[in-house]
C-alpha cells in the first residue's frame, strides 16, 4: 500500500482499515489470483481519489469500499465485478483516462468500467432515455453479465444512502429504480436485492402506507416470533428424525409485498394472513435434490394441512430467472395460514444471488432458462425498427406475473408468463409463424388466437399465407418479443404508406402554391399536434385528416398556426418554478419560495391537505399536484424526474375542502344507506355530493364522494364509518 505515503495519518488509517474489510470479505470467496486482483483494484483507487472527496455524504474510500464488499457478500459477484465496482465512482468523478485503468487494473475491468460510463452518461431526462438506458443494460448481458450486476449493486448501495440527499433526488432514484432496476433484478432472480429495492423506493415515493405497514410490523414481533417458533418445532424435530440437514428460517415478508397484496386483494393489514414464510434449506447432494425436497414435503404435511391450490412445484420446471424451489401453504389451529418454501442450499443461493449464482451451476436444468430469457429479449432488442419506450413498461409488466408451462406437438415444453395467448406462443416459435397465425388447435380443437393459454395445453399454431399483423394484436400479447415484432411489421407497414402520404401533400401544396420545405410541414405538426412528420403523412394517406383544414392554415393571411412545444426542457421547468420568488399566502407552497404559479390539485389522486405530495410540471396546464401514492404519478417520476418539484402543505386556509371518494363494502342490513349517511352528515357534519350503493346476494358496494378538511378529518372519518354495523372494509380511491 506504498500509494498511501502522501496521505495525511488519520487518511492512511481509514484506508488500511477499509482496505482489510474489505480482504476479509473476499477471503473466503476467492483463490490466490483473484485477492492480488482486488488488492491491486484498492491500490488503484487509492491512487486517483482525493482525501477530502465525498461521495452521497460518506468519505470516497469508505462508500467505494462498502460497495464492493456488498457486491461480494451479497450479490456473490467474482473479482472482476468487485475490481470494478470499486473504482467506477473515482473514474468517472476525477475524468480518469480508460488507458490508465488498463495499465492500473487491467483490459478486463476496464472493458467493464467502459461499457459503466456509457449506460451512466445516457440521458435518462426522456422516456426515450429510459428506455434507451435498459436497451443498453440488457444488451451488455451476452457480453458480460458483470455490467448490469455492477450497476444494479450501484444503484441498491445509492438507495441505502438516500438520506444524504435532497427530496427531488431521492425521488428521482426512487423511482428509476421501482421502474427499471427492481424489475431487471426481479428478472435475473435476485430477490433480495428487489425486495430491498422495492422497500426503499416505497419508503419514499408512498412513505405513509411504508410507515403504517412497518409499525404494525414492529408492533406484532414478539407475538410473531413466538408463532414462529412453535409452528417450526414439529418440523424441525421430524425432519432431524428423518436425518436431514436442515436449516429452518421464519422471516416476514417485505412491507412492499405485503402492500402489493393488500392493494390487489383490496383488503386491511390485519385481513393478510401470509405476512411471513418459513423456509426450510436441506443440504443434500445434487442427484438427490428433487427426492429430498419431495420426502420433506410430505414430512411437513404430516404436521400441517396443506392446501392443495396453493401447491408450487418450481423444482420440476424452474422459473426462466433459474428460481428453483418447492412452495406450499398450509393452515395451523386457529386458522391461520402460512407459507412454507422448500429447497436445497444451492437452490437458496440462486434465489438469494440470481445472476451470480448462475455462472457457478451453469449447465444444471434450472439455469437454462435464464439462458433462454437474455436470448430472448437480446432478439427483441436488437431489431433496429424497436420503439424502445415500450420497453419499460413490458418489462414492469413481467415483474410479478406467474408463469405457465404449455407443450408443442412434438412435446417440447415451453414456458410464458400468465395470460399469454395463441399469438404469443406462435411469436415464440418464430416470427413468420406469428405474423402469419390465423388460430390454433390447443388439446385437438380449434381457438381463435386470442385463445388464452392454459397449463398443460398442447398447442399447434394455423396459419394463412393472407393474414397480416393488425394494431389490435398489441391488446391480445403480453411477451416483449411478440409486442416487439407486431411493432416492427407495423412501423414498416407505416412508413409505406407514408411516403403515399407525403406525394399527396407535395402535389397538393403545389396546387396551393405554398413551398414544400420544413417550415411549413412544421406549421402543421405543431398545430395539429403530431408527433412527427410520419405521422402527419400516415394520416394524410389514410385520410384521417381534412386536406381542406391543411390548406386553410397554410393559406389564411396573418394567421398564425398554434406552436406548442412537444415538451418542457430543463431550461422550461427552471423558467416555471422561478415564476415567483415571494412567499406564498395559499395553503399550498412549492418549493417554499414560490407564489402566483399555476398550479392545480391531480384529478387523477385527488391530494388533500395532509397528503405527501409532490408537484409536476405539465405542458400547458401549469404544475399538476400529485400524491407521492398516485398510481399514475410514479410513472412519471420515473421518466421525467427533471420536472418534479418539491411540495409541501402550508397551514390551511379557513374554510377549505377537498373532495375525496370513498370505496365501502358490506353486508347489506336494512337501513344501511340511512345509517352512513347519518355518520357523515350528522355525526361528523361533513358535506356528501354523492353517493351510489349497488346491492347483489346480500352484499353491497357502494362509492361516496364527499368534502374534507384534510388527512386527519378523513381518518376520523373511516374509523367513525367502520364502527356502523354491517360495513367490512372501506378505502380511498385512488383514480
Avoid at 477530502?52 to 465485478?81: C, N
Avoid at 386470442?450 to 399465407?465: C, H, I, Q
Wanted: proline share 2%; charged share 30%; with cysteine.
Amino acid at each position: 500500500m506504498g500509494t498511501i505515503d502522501r496521505y495525511s495519518e488519520p487518511f492512511r488509517k481509514q484506508v488500511l482499515s477499509q482496505f482489510r474489510g474489505l480482504l476479509r470479505a473476499c477471503g473466503g470467496e476467492y483463490d490466490k489470483d483473484s485477492l492480488k486482483l482486488v488488492r491491486q483494484s484498492f491500490e488503484f483507487l487509492v491512487s486517483i481519489v482525493n482525501e477530502d472527496q465525498q461521495l452521497f455524504g460518506l468519505p470516497h474510500i469508505d462508500y467505494a469500499s462498502g460497495l464492493a464488499r456488498m457486491t461480494v457478500k451479497e450479490i456473490g459477484m467474482d473479482a472482476l465485478g468487485v475490481s470494478a465496482a470499486l473504482i467506477i465512482h473515482g473514474v468517472e468523478l476525477n475524468n480518469v483516462p480508460l488507458e490508465k485503468v488498463r495499465a492500473g487494473v487491467g483490459e478486463r475491468t476496464a472493458s467493464i468500467i467502459e461499457e459503466l460510463l456509457k449506460i451512466r452518461r445516457l440521458n435518462t431526462s426522456t422516456t426515450q432515455g429510459q428506455a434507451e438506458n435498459m436497451r443498453n443494460l440488457i444488451l451488455t448481458l451476452a457480453s458480460d453479465f458483470r455490467v448490469i450486476l455492477v450497476k444494479i449493486a450501484d444503484q441498491l448501495y445509492l438507495m441505502r444512502h438516500l438520506g444524504q440527499l435532497q427530496e427531488k433526488d431521492q425521488i428521482a432514484i426512487s423511482a428509476e429504480a421501482k421502474y427499471i432496476y427492481s424489475p431487471l433484478a426481479h428478472r435475473l432472480g435476485l430477490y433480495n436485492v428487489m425486495s430491498e429495492m422495492e422497500d426503499l423506493s416505497m419508503s419514499v415515493l408512498e412513505k405513509e402506507a411504508f410507515d403504517m405497514i412497518t409499525e404494525k410490523l414492529r408492533a406484532s414481533t414478539a407475538r410473531r416470533n413466538r408463532f414462529i417458533r412453535e409452528f417450526i418445532q414439529p418440523i424441525q424435530e421430524g425432519l432431524e428424525k428423518e436425518k436431514f440437514r436442515v436449516d429452518i428460517k421464519g422471516r416476514p415478508k417485505a412491507v412492499s409485498s405485503i402492500w402489493r397484496k393488500m392493494r390487489k386483494q383490496k383488503v386491511d393489514f390485519e385481513e393478510v394472513y401470509d405476512k411471513f414464510a418459513i423456509r426450510v434449506i436441506i443440504d443434500t447432494p445434487l442427484k438427490r435434490e428433487k427426492a429430498d425436497c419431495w420426502r420433506a414435503y410430505s414430512i411437513i404435511t404430516d404436521h400441517y394441512q396443506p392446501n392443495p391450490e396453493r401447491l408450487r412445484d418450481w423444482i420440476s420446471a424452474p422459473k426462466s430467472n433459474g428460481y428453483e424451489s418447492l412452495h406450499t401453504t398450509v393452515v395451523v389451529p386457529g386458522g391461520n395460514w402460512v407459507e412454507v418454501q422448500i429447497r436445497t442450499k444451492r437452490m437458496n443461493e440462486i434465489a438469494e444471488k440470481g445472476l451470480a449464482a448462475h455462472w457457478k451451476y451453469k449447465g444444471i436444468k434450472g439455469q437454462a432458462g435464464i439462458d433462454q430469457w437474455i436470448e430472448r429479449v437480446r432478439e427483441t432488442l436488437e431489431s433496429s425498427e424497436l420503439d424502445a419506450s415500450n420497453l419499460l413498461e413490458d418489462l414492469k409488466l413481467s415483474q410479478f406475473s406467474k408463469e405457465i408451462f404449455v407443450f408443442t406437438p412434438n412435446g417440447d415444453l415451453k414456458k410464458f408468463p400468465e395470460n399469454a395467448t395463441v399469438l404469443d406462443f406462435a411469436f415464440d416459435i418464430h416470427s413468420d409463424v406469428g405474423a402469419s397465425c390465423v388460430g390454433a388447435r390447443v388439446n385437438g380443437k380449434n381457438v381463435p388466437i386470442r385463445y388464452t393459454l392454459k397449463n398443460g395445453d398442447k398447442v399447434e399454431v394455423l396459419r394463412s399465407k393472407t393474414q397480416k399483423p393488425k394494431l389490435d394484436w398489441l391488446n391480445v400479447v403480453v411477451t416483449s418479443k411478440a409486442k416487439g415484432k407486431i411493432r416492427q411489421v407495423l412501423k414498416e407497414v407505416k412508413l409505406k404508406e407514408s411516403e403515399h402520404g407525403k406525394e399527396i401533400l407535395k402535389r397538393r401544396f403545389r396546387n396551393w402554391k405554398v413551398d414544400f420545405n420544413d417550415n411549413s410541414v412544421r406549421k402543421v405538426i405543431q398545430h395539429f399536434k403530431y408527433r412527427d412528420s410520419i405521422d402527419l403523412y400516415f394520416d394524410v394517406a389514410t385520410e384521417k385528416i381534412d386536406l381542406l383544414q391543411i390548406k386553410e392554415l397554410l393559406t389564411s393571411a396573418g394567421k398564425q398556426a398554434e406552436a406548442k412545444p412537444e415538451r418542457i426542457g430543463e431550461e422550461g421547468v427552471e423558467r416555471i418554478v422561478s415564476a415567483a420568488t415571494r412567499e406564498s399566502g395559499d395553503f399550498l407552497v412549492i418549493d417554499e419560495k414560490l407564489s402566483n404559479v399555476d398550479y392545480k390539485l391531480s384529478t387523477c389522486c385527488n391530494p388533500i391537505h395532509g397528503d405527501a405530495i409532490f408537484g409536476f410540471v405539465t405542458i400547458n396546464s401549469g404544475i399538476k399536484i400529485h400524491r407521492m401514492s398516485c398510481p399514475n404519478a410514479q410513472q412519471l417520476l420515473s421518466r421525467y424526474g427533471y420536472r418534479v418539484v418539491k411540495a409541501r402543505w402550508s397551514k390551511a386556509e379557513k374554510g377549505a375542502f377537498f373532495l375525496v371518494t370513498l370505496l365501502i363494502t358490506g353486508v347489506d342490513d336494512l337501513g344501511i344507506v340511512s345509517n352512513i349517511s347519518d355518520v357523515i352528515t350528522r355525526d361528523l357534519q361533513v358535506n356528501m355530493r354523492s353517493i351510489s350503493i349497488d346491492s347483489n346476494d346480500g352484499m353491497f358496494e357502494g362509492s361516496i364522494t364527499l368534502f374534507v378538511k384534510d388527512t386527519q378529518h378523513l381518518e376520523a372519518l373511516i374509523r367513525k364509518l367502520k364502527k356502523v354495523k354491517g360495513v367490512m372494509s372501506i378505502r380511498r380511491f385512488d383514480s
